[in-house]
């Protein structure tokens, strides 16, 4: 019992006892702050990184890509344990640089599947370091064909901070007004990177423009179907209306019959498939 209903029960007990012929009414319940919706989380979770990589660097620490997408999973995963599963693939893949998660949407009888690999702004040089290495377009292009050969879409996760001096359109969110903190975690189509790579044009200045804040994926029905139809086919409507241009094609929903064999396993698996670090598990709904 916590001090303020200590404090209603004595007084309510005193006022009995000094009119004891008075009717009583009972206290009002105390109503716990309603639960912060999935899109919420992921904005929150969006800003908590903004301003995590800012702090860090302030004092000469970068945090890595695993680090950041493991502390974010785990937030999403404790907030919602009725909807929300992160399994983590403990063999080979684990803590491996460079390792994919795959997010999973699952609805009553289909799912939709994203293949997703994070990168980091280093904000010491406010470069995408990791784009500029000899390797990014070889890194890119094995997401795509992994992503394909397992019908899920390659994405692009980007963790960023210390945007406030960037001028030009770097806003593409048409649901929510800027908001330049909820660009601290962003998606972007892999085909877009790859093109991207090719062209050199992998400064940030190149690529902010080109991003979405991720929040986008579970937040804006703009373009991506009406509110009625269920998380993992809005998600899909989403992918198409914010890749329609690309040219890409986008997986089908698959049948739950396919689901993977670790959606029904607990949140450690020692044998992952082939380069993935984890998978985060969505439900439409409680
Ligand atoms: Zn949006």
């Not at 209603?8 to 009717?23: A, E, G, S």
């Not at 690999?117 to 280093?122: G, S, T, V």
């Amino acid at each position: 019992m916590n001090l303020v209903q200590r404090i209603l029960d004595w007084t309510i007990q005193m006022v009995k006892r000094r009119f004891p012929n008075l009717p009583v009414f009972a206290p009002p319940p105390i109503i716990p702050p309603p639960k912060p919706t999935l899109c919420q989380a992921f904005q929150t979770l969006s800003k908590d990184v903004y301003a995590k990589l800012r702090s860090a660097s302030a004092v000469g620490f970068e945090l890595s890509e695993p680090t950041v997408t493991e502390l974010c999973l785990e937030q999403i995963g404790t907030q919602y344990p009725d909807r929300v599963r992160v399994v983590k693939f403990t063999g080979t893949a684990e803590g491996k640089n460079g390792a994919d998660w795959e997010w999973l949407f699952v609805g009553k009888s289909h799912h939709f599947k994203l293949r997703v690999q994070a990168k980091k702004l280093y904000l010491k040089d406010m470069e995408y370091g990791a784009l500029k290495s000899s390797d990014a377009d070889a890194q890119c292009d094995k997401l795509i064909k992994s992503a394909n050969k397992d019908q899920s879409f390659p994405l692009y996760v980007f963790y960023n901070s210390n945007l406030e001096d960037l001028t030009g359109n770097v806003w593409r969110c048409g649901s929510y007004s800027m908001n330049i903190d909820l660009l601290g975690c962003t998606t972007m189509s892999a085909y877009s990177i790859r093109e991207s790579i090719k062209n050199n044009q992998i400064d940030l200045a190149d690529l902010l423009p080109k991003q979405d804040p991720w929040s986008c994926l579970v937040c804006c029905t703009l373009g991506s179907g009406n509110r009625s139809s269920e998380l993992h086919e809005q998600v899909k409507k989403r992918i198409e209306f914010a890749y329609a241009d690309d040219e890409v094609e986008i997986p089908e929903l698959i049948p739950n019959e396919k689901l993977p064999y670790y959606v029904g396993t607990g949140n450690y698996v020692n044998d992952g498939p082939e380069g993935l670090a984890g998978v985060l598990i969505i439900r439409d709904s409680e």
